[in-house]
């Protein structure tokens, strides 16, 4: 799973995107643009959309579903998500926390009162782990646990080894550094699975995909009728039926849900609609709030970029994620009540699609 350097990359580009007056949403042209972006990188399918509160002002897909083959994605395929997945795991414990079963400030030696943990992180809350900042080091503990994240244990079991692992030792990192973590969010699935008594899975079911209508979302590779994602600069077609396809299933809460870009839209639309009946406003200030002063400004599963001029200056939340098999990217903007989604099914050879059909979605709907 590849999505450190993603998380951020956005807001480099996206602020190279000069100021203009404010103009109407242009949608003319996008389908051969979406094409030309999909061709000149050499992909199967590129798709894109564009979210307001109300649903999608404009939505388009282009390619194929596996490289060689002639099956057209179509504007329902399922896309993976990757780690975008995080802000699904940390809107998942604002509900929790709204329902009085948990709270922002818990620590995890209370979280994780059944295992063994080590005086030195008797300061570190959850509220670290969502914003990569509880010093955990994911070059120090995921090689090892990967290793063993393919074998027959239940998933929750899994996450509970690495989190007995983790917290067993001093951290690797510094407390309230940035360090971007996978293990982090894992070690947050199991303090949820810890607090319902049930899998990650079946909580963000019932609490997520549910009530929000998310009828596409699921977990791991999209499989059935569907695109499916691609390995390599060589873009071989990867059998979501087969082991590879996505990772560990135990990685989930850090990086494994899919969904159509209707319903991811769905998803965003939650941070466009003060939470749209389903989070509060006080859980949308957590939720967006980046950690201590410091690069990068990263809040609970989103990264934050501060007053670009494409957005008036207001703060526009984003996150990109990757399997390695597939590249999705998220753009929200409140202020601007706009959201932008970007999806490919391969993964770096579709980073200057992505990052072209995010500027050219900025120029039209945004700047």
């Known amino acids: 799973m590849t999505m450190n350097r993603r998380a951020l990359l956005v807001a480099a580009a996206a602020t190279g995107v000069a100021s203009a007056v404010q103009a109407q949403p242009d ?8 094409d030309h972006l999909r061709s000149e990188a050499g992909i199967p399918a590129l798709g894109g959309a564009v979210v307001t509160p109300d649903g999608i002002a404009w939505l388009g897909v282009t390619g194929v579903r596996q490289s060689g083959g002639s099956d057209p994605v179509t504007s329902t395929d399922r896309w993976h998500l990757g ?6 795991t940390a809107a998942l414990y604002a509900r929790l926390v709204e329902q009085g079963r948990a709270s922002w400030d ?15 992180w008797d300061a ?17 503990v995921m090689p090892v646990w990967m290793m063993t994240a393919w074998g027959d244990a239940d998933v929750s079991e899994l996450r509970s080894s690495l989190a007995r692992t983790v917290l067993g030792a001093p951290p690797a990192g510094e407390l309230d550094r940035f360090a971007y973590s996978n293990a982090g969010y894992i070690l947050a699935g199991a303090a949820i699975e810890r607090l319902t008594g049930a899998p990650w899975e079946t909580t963000l079911r019932q609490e997520v995909f549910e009530p929000l209508g998310l009828t596409s979302a699921g977990f791991a ?51 466009l609609n003060g939470g749209d009946g389903w989070l ?58 706009t959201a932008l989604i970007c999806v490919a099914n391969a993964a770096d050879p579709a980073e200057s699609a992505i990052q072209g059909l995010t500027r050219s979605l900025i120029e039209r709907f945004l700047a």
């Open 106 to 120: 818990a620590p995890l030696r209370d979280l994780f009162a059944d295992l063994t943990v080590d005086p030195t």
């Open 280 to 337: 509060s406003t006080d859980s949308l200030a957590v939720l967006t709030a980046p950690g201590p002063q410091g690069s990068p400004a990263y809040a609970c599963g989103w990264g934050v970029i501060t007053g670009p001029a494409w957005t008036g200056g207001a703060p526009a939340l984003t996150h990109d994620g990757s399997n390695t098999l597939w590249l999705a990217r998220a753009v929200v903007v409140p202020a601007k009540s």
């Open 221 to 271: 590779a999209p499989t059935g009728d569907n695109a499916w994602g691609h390995q390599g600069a060589g873009l071989r077609p990867k059998d979501p039926a087969v082991r590879g396809s996505d990772n560990p299933p135990a990685l989930g809460p850090a990086g494994t849900a899919h969904a159509s870009m209707q319903d991811y839209a769905r998803f965003l639309r939650v941070f």
């Open 124 to 140: 570190v809350t959850i509220g670290h782990l969502f914003r990569h900042r509880a010093g955990i080091l994911d070059p120090a």
């Open 27 to 34: 949608t003319d042209g996008m389908a051969d643009l979406l």
């Open 83 to 88: 780690s975008n997945t995080k802000a699904m």
